[in-house]
């Protein structure tokens, strides 16, 4: 058939059928092949466990698919906690109808992306609902790694003197969503980030032990997660503005819409705060690797305005930037 069924729902023949023709072709290893009722998994130490549901609008865009997005975001909230990925889950909520070359073509990206990314799913689950009960397609995944150092990075361990560095460009997924949704067209491409961000935070942490926070900006941009790892080390964050890396065609896109790149999301960079002499380390291991090679400092923490986040205009002025309020763009992931 060319189109999804409800009968591949069902649990029954159909299931088993559409499972093994398609799932398993692209997602299959060694442990999902066992078919039980759960994975039993080989883990030693402590661990980071990860959710996310992803219902991104489109399901395709310009860098990637809601696939790929799914293995990337739950891969990437994993290894900000200092942990190399290693597995995961994944559920598929299915709209009948769905045309089954979609299914496929998002089923095969998930597959790349989990081999690039060194890591195996597990264990899964399908359900059909019926025409007009879902929109296309809704992926949950849930991540497993084994935390790598100690004490592992965390968002209450941001310490004032500390420097910020960002991994590149802000606002690239957000923009792209928006312009594929929309129809929009720019001079130049915008084309998402969405990437595995495990190997490099591998590399980062194995050459600088004493990093002390690690986070992606997703929903809510570089501003909101600012504000969010202040709120937890109940510390001030300074940020210099004309140190923010954005992409031209994005910093364009963003005026016409009137929308500002430090509250779009990223789906491929992160924030690494850490101790001032060991910045310039940090920013050797991000540049020698692609995804890090737009990697600068971008401010510090301080003991001031505890628990918000400042800005420092080109001009020398300052403006307290505030958390997201309300949603941006809906569906962004």
Do not use: W
Request: charged content about 20%; proline content about 6%.
């Amino acid at each position: 058939m060319d189109k999804v069924l409800l009968d591949y729902g069902s649990g029954g023949r159909a299931s088993h059928r559409f499972v093994a023709d398609l799932f398993f072709k692209h997602l299959g290893n060694d442990i999902l092949a066992r078919m039980d009722d759960a994975a039993v998994l080989s883990l030693t130490g402590p661990v980071a466990m990860s959710t996310d549901s992803f219902v991104v609008d489109p399901i395709f865009f310009p860098g990637g698919d809601i696939g790929s997005l799914a293995v990337h975001g739950t891969v990437n909230d994993v290894a900000m906690m200092g942990a190399r990925p290693l597995y995961l889950t994944c559920g598929f909520i299915l709209e009948e109808g769905l045309p089954m070359d979609d299914l496929a073509r998002i089923v095969a990206s998930m597959g790349e992306a989990a081999r690039a990314a060194r890591v195996r799913i597990v264990a899964g689950d399908t359900k059909v609902v019926p025409r007009g009960a879902a929109d296309k397609i809704f992926i949950n995944t849930t991540g497993i790694g084994e935390i790598m150092v100690d004490p592992a990075p965390s968002g209450h361990r941001a310490a004032v003197g500390d420097v910020v560095l960002v991994s590149g460009n802000m606002g690239d997924h957000g923009l792209a969503i928006l312009s594929t949704r929309a129809g929009l067209s720019f001079d130049a491409p915008v084309v998402s980030d969405s990437a595995s961000l495990g190997g490099l935070v591998g590399k980062l942490l194995a050459a600088v032990p004493g990093v002390h926070v690690l986070r992606d900006p997703t929903r809510g941009g570089l501003a909101t997660t600012l504000n969010e790892i202040a709120g937890q080390s109940n510390v001030g964050i300074e940020i210099n503005e004309a140190d923010i890396p954005v992409d031209p065609a994005v910093a364009g896109g963003c005026s016409i819409l009137g929308l500002d790149p430090l509250y779009l999301a990223n789906e491929g960079k992160f924030l690494c705060i850490l101790p001032e002499p060991q910045a310039q380390a940090a920013l050797a291991v991000l540049r020698a690797d692609p995804l890090g090679s737009g990697a600068v400092a971008i401010g510090r923490v301080t003991a001031e305005h505890a628990g918000k986040v400042a800005m420092v205009t080109p001009l020398g002025g300052k403006r307290l930037l505030g958390m997201l309020e309300g949603e941006q763009l809906p569906r962004i992931c």
